[in-house]
């Protein structure tokens, strides 16, 4: 088992940044691909970003790429997602995930093993 905690939410006025975090425990993290999905009011989930286990690679929606940077400390145990320049569309809450699996199929919500809590983000215009 893998338990997830994000923090770093808040509310940040469009054009503001903030810095969301996700620390992992109970299993090693460092062979785990890690995304980040948000959820809207009234939306459905949707994927955000990843990185894979060696952080070789990531990977973002088109609706945040050049905004939004994921990375991974994997001595801290941890999985980060900066968002800069911040749009209210932005608003949501957003969850950190971990994939026992593998790559291929990173944007895919259903196929992350374990959930954190998420943490609420919101963006006044």
């Known amino acids: 088992q893998v338990q997830l905690v994000e923090s770093g939410g808040g509310l940040v006025q469009a054009g503001g940044s903030l810095r969301l975090s996700c620390v992992a425990s109970g299993q090693p993290f460092s062979s785990y691909c890690m995304g980040w999905f948000r959820q809207a009011p009234g939306k459905e989930r949707e994927f955000v970003a990843a990185?894979?286990?060696?952080?070789?690679?990531?990977d973002y929606a088109d609706s945040v790429k050049g905004r939004f940077t994921i990375s991974r400390d994997d001595a801290k145990n941890s999985v980060y997602l900066q968002m800069n320049s911040l749009k209210p569309e932005d608003t949501a809450v957003y969850y950190c995930a971990a994939d026992r699996t593998g790559w291929r199929y990173r944007r895919l919500e259903y196929e992350y093993d374990y959930w954190g809590q998420g943490t609420q983000v919101t963006v006044s215009s």
């Open positions: 990185i894979s286990w060696s952080a070789a690679s990531t």
